[in-house]
């Protein structure tokens, strides 16, 4: 907790009272609680820990939940572009109420999202059965967890890709209209490279809040060891075992994937803004 | 809603006024920076469609199922005593939960934009680390610290104290899911307000809490509002890190997203969606809301860049 530099800002009182409260409770709460997955994963030694981590069911959690989410962001990417840009450039009655809307992943419980879209997508539902005579099964299989995962990460490209579409400078494009490009030139070569940080930004936040997702997938996946059993609901079935010690080795795994791509996340997010601060 | 705010106040400074009269002249022509029809048609429609399909027919389908046996059935399902006592626990989780999050925010946010100060970003990153940690772990966690075989769970049990599978364990699983939202919500709003008026007040003689509450609080208190309702909305409704703490005891320990899916688990599918309902409900609330209250940050946010984001508005 080092001393103020600006001078200027030491006027100010409450350094003290809010730091501290703010580390205290921040221990408390999150890092003394998380190192306890770092201690009990120490306590079970390397061979155990690897035997966990490598055994065939936990390999088909990782293979499955990595690429659902990796899918859901992708198509979270092509759609929430166009969501995007229809919300940013055109004008049509109702604009409002669909923008709001997009947040609706976000401000839902997941277990409702969850009973909702396993009816919706059940044989019997009102878009799976129109897959039925397809013989494509939705809920309660692969697919499923790629419709939960698309709903939960719908609100991040959007509204990762839309302020900065917004602030995006007519002039560009007003150039390249000048300079004799067509509008696709115009899209693929001025707006497509400007976009594209936020949009990387979207995607690695939709994958990474896909890859924790547990709620809305454990009613939608049909939960079957080695098929359609996501990382998280493995650690949730380990919990129930009492298998503490599984639970946590998968657990720390997880934890480091997840905090790599935050990592990575906050520098894509720097980079993106010192690409794109105009002023 | 985590990278919006920044990149928002990034708007540059020319203004982008001068081209609309021009092409006035010749309404028929397409104007170069505009899509053609067909595109715009396409583009509108596959949106619209993706939309339409993820999101509105959801939402229409809980309050359809949640009446499709009638009215009786719905009232009965969300009056009777363990729908009762999910809606109280969840009432008093959010309770205890969003107010502890709402003094580490302002605490946070006023260590972090008023002073200088190294690991800065370290602790920024920090306030975000629930984001990256899935639900199950978040309760977990709390799992390995308090329950039976936990580090305090020997401790614990010797003085009858119950955490995990009680109520203790929910409200601090939820708090740990809930607490990035009021500090992440104040920090740009605190870092845009600058620090002179309270300089002022301080030089003026006020004291720190005066300063506080009569300069810093007014100034901030939309961006407070946002965060505040952000994280009553999630507080409310976290189902995976509460589901590992509960331990499922009807009428005791079920919050309204667990009570949702132990009655959808038995079949009970009406009552199961009129539950939701009323959580579907407080999420249409909350959209209302930030998009009421998120019109008034952005507005008290932009004091220096507002010329020209007003004319864009506008235009």
Not at chain 1, 39 to 66: D, N
Not at chain 1, 171 to 197: D, H, K, N, Y
Not at chain 2, 142 to 162: K, S
Request: charge should be positive; proline fraction near 5%; hydrophobic fraction near 55%.
């Amino acid at each position: 907790m080092a001393g103020m530099t600006k001078t200027k800002r030491r006027v100010l009182p409450g350094f003290g009272l809010t730091m501290g409260y703010t580390l205290a409770y921040l221990s408390l709460i999150a890092l003394i609680p998380l190192s306890t997955i770092l201690l009990k994963t120490a306590g079970m030694g390397w061979e155990r820990f690897w035997h966990v981590v490598l055994s065939p069911r936990v390999i088909a959690a990782y293979k499955l939940s990595i690429g659902a989410s990796l899918i859901a962001a992708a198509i979270n990417s092509i759609f929430g572009f166009m969501v995007a840009w229809t919300l940013s450039r055109y004008e049509f009655p109702g604009k409002g109420a669909l923008d709001a809307l997009v947040d609706l992943p976000f401000a839902l419980p997941t277990s409702v999202a969850g009973i909702t879209l396993t009816s919706i997508y059940a044989q019997n539902g009102i878009i799976g059965r129109l897959f039925v005579p397809l013989g494509i099964k939705i809920a309660f299989a692969p697919l499923g967890i790629i419709v939960a995962l698309t709903f939960i990460g719908l609100p991040f490209v959007v509204r990762t890709v839309q302020p900065v579409l917004q602030d995006l400078e007519a002039e560009l494009e007003e150039a390249a209209a000048t300079l004799g490009a067509s509008r696709l030139q115009t899209f693929r070569r001025v707006i497509g490279p400007a976009m594209l940080p936020a949009l990387i930004t979207g995607f690695a936040l939709a994958f990474a809040r896909a890859l924790g997702e547990y709620g809305s997938v454990v009613f939608i996946s049909g939960n079957m060891p080695m098929h359609t059993e996501v990382v998280p609901l493995l650690i949730m079935t380990k919990l129930e075992e009492f298998d503490y010690q599984g639970a946590t080795a998968i657990a720390l795994v997880m934890l480091v994937l997840s905090f790599t791509m935050l990592f990575g996340i906050n520098l894509l997010q720097r980079w993106s803004a010192s690409r794109y601060a105009t002023d | 809603m985590p990278p919006i705010e920044g990149a928002q106040t990034g708007s540059g400074g020319a203004a982008g006024g001068g081209w609309r009269p021009v092409a006035e002249a010749t309404a028929n022509v397409r104007r170069a920076t505009e899509d053609p029809a067909w595109a715009r048609r396409l583009i509108i429609g596959v949106a619209a469609g993706f939309l339409g399909i993820f999101l509105i027919i959801p939402l229409g389908s809980v309050f359809a199922e949640a009446l499709n046996k009638g009215v009786g059935l719905y009232f009965a399902a969300i009056t009777n005593p363990e729908a009762l006592s999910a809606i109280r626990l969840t009432l008093l989780t959010a309770a205890i939960a969003v107010p502890l999050n709402l003094i580490f925010g302002l605490a946070a946010s006023w260590a972090i934009t008023r002073f200088e100060f190294r690991g800065k970003n370290l602790l920024t990153t920090l306030i975000d680390l629930p984001f990256a940690v899935s639900p199950v772990i978040s309760g977990m966690i709390y799992v390995l610290m308090f329950g039976a075989q936990g580090w305090f769970g020997g401790w614990l049990m010797a003085h009858h104290i119950r955490i995990i599978f009680a109520v203790p364990g929910i409200v601090l699983a939820t708090t740990f899911v809930t607490f990035p939202f009021v500090a992440r919500e104040l920090i740009p709003v605190m870092e845009a307000g600058g620090t002179d008026e309270e300089l002022a007040a301080i030089t003026l003689g006020a004291t720190g809490w005066q300063t506080f509450f009569r300069i810093t609080l007014p100034k901030v208190k939309w961006g407070l509002l946002y965060g505040v309702i952000i994280c009553n909305a999630r507080a409310m409704g976290e189902f995976g890190a509460v589901s590992v703490v509960s331990g499922h005891i009807r009428g005791q320990t079920n919050t309204m997203p667990l009570y949702v899916e132990i009655l959808y688990n038995d079949y009970n599918f009406t009552a199961s969606f009129a539950v939701a309902s009323l959580l579907t409900a407080l999420a249409l609330v909350t959209l209302v809301a930030k998009r009421v209250i998120g019109g008034k940050v952005k507005h008290a946010q932009l004091p220096s860049v507002s010329a020209d984001g007003i004319e864009r508005e506008a235009a």
